[in-house]
Nanobody
Framework: QVHLVESGGGLVQAGGSLRLSCAASGRTFSSYAMGWFRQAPGKEREFVAVISRTGSRTYADSAKGRFTISRDNAKNTVFLQMNSLKPEDTAVYYC?????????????????WGQGTQVTVSS
């Protein structure tokens, strides 16, 4: 069992930055693929960025060039650096872990989820 706790969300003006963190329990964090997903009000949850156990990264088109996913296996933590934020980035952001080390952009592929952290971008 893996317990995930997100932090770093908040209210920011358009053009600003936020850094989300997701701390994971367990001794095998380095073997997991990790992902960030988000869900805006009235919309389905969508893929934002994923990182494999080897560090390979994949981004949604909406995140490319603005967001960076990274991981620190020594600290059992995955990060999402978000720059040039837009009002349409407003959502609850969720961290997810996948037992398989290969990352997937499909949320159904992930085995563990955090509780989410709210990101609100004002115009």
């Amino acid at each position: 069992q893996v317990h995930l706790v997100e932090s770093g969300g908040g209210l920011v003006q358009a053009g600003g930055s936020l850094r989300l963190s997701c701390a994971a329990s367990g001794r095998t964090f380095s073997s997991y693929a990790m992902g960030w997903f988000r869900q805006a009000p009235g919309k389905e949850r969508e893929f934002v960025a994923v990182i494999s156990r080897t560090g390979s990264r994949t981004y949604a088109d909406s995140a490319k060039g603005r967001f960076t996913i990274s991981r620190d296996n020594a600290k059992n933590t995955v990060f999402l650096q978000m720059n040039s934020l837009k009002p349409e980035d407003t959502a609850v952001y969720y961290c997810a872990a996948r037992n398989q080390g290969v990352a997937s952009t499909r949320d159904v592929s992930y085995d563990y989820w955090g509780q989410g952290t709210q990101v609100t971008v004002s115009s």
